[in-house]
């Protein structure tokens, strides 16, 4: 589904983040990129997203270069650390959002329809009308995550979504996202620096080091250093 093939990325600062990086994530499948940080995974992410150019290297999506795609075209949703919710709207427009512009935008009413799907995956509906400052930091995560899938996405991007939570609600919401993931069968990448968090979620790891992938296997498999 995804192939990320000897992806290379140097910073104008002349620092080499990605060194000839390979990888394949099978359809349907969420893969962790494990690793310290600096290692490159956000750079990997935000390259597949679109949001940053390679230096070298192509990335396919079922077979087809995206690198001269524009983000919006990539059919990917995206999850940030940071939430990254729109503050002056609503819960409820801040999942519609992505379905009420671009080219192929629908009307509010109908987007409410189809967002209404995603509201109830990630148990959102009693704080639909909350503006996301009066949310607590789980609840941001489940209204960022209905928005990255509202449109149907091919694949979701998730960048540390877990990292601002307390370690009860990291434990909750990452089973709550290996749930939703594997209900709509999208193909997930999940960015981490955490070993258990890795472990738990994951049907794939891919294990980085500065700019290179050492080892890529299933949870049960994997060679990790105490
Ligand atoms: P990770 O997500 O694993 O923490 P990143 O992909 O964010 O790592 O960063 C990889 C390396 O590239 C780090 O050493 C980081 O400091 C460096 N880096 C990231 N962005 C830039 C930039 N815009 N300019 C220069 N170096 C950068
Ligand atoms: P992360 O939380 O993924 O590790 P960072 O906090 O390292 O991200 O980086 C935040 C932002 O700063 C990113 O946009 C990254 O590209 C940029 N950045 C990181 N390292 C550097 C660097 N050495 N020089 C310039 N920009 C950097």
Known sequence: MIKIEKLNKVYENGYEALKSVDLEVPKGALMSLLGPSGCGKSTILNIVAGLLDPTKGDIKFDGESV???????????MVFQNYALYPH?????????????????IKKQEAVKIAQ??????????????????LSGGQQQRVAIARALVQNPKILLLDEPL??????????????????????????????????????????????????????DIPQNLYLNP
Do not use: W
């Not at 919006?72 to 949703?77: H, T």
């Not at 709207?89 to 935008?105: A, H, R, Y």
């Not at 069968?185 to 738990?200: I, K, M, N, P």
């Open 89 to 105: 709207m609503s819960v409820l427009e801040n999942v519609i959002f992505p379905l009420t512009v671009g080219s192929n935008k």
């Open 117 to 134: 799907k995603y509201i109830d995956l990630t148990d959102i509906s009693d704080i639909k009308d909350k503006k996301p400052k009066a």
């Open 163 to 216: 990292s601002n939570l307390d370690a009860r609600l990291r434990i909750k919401i990452r089973e709550e996202i290996r749930s939703i993931v594997k209900k709509l069968g999208v193909t997930t990448v999940f960015v981490t620096h955490d070993q258990e968090e890795a472990l738990s979620i994951s049907d794939y790891i891919a294990l980085m080091d500065k700019g290179i992938i050492q080892q890529v």
């Open 67 to 77: 690198i001269n795609k524009h983000p919006k075209d990539r059919d990917i949703g």
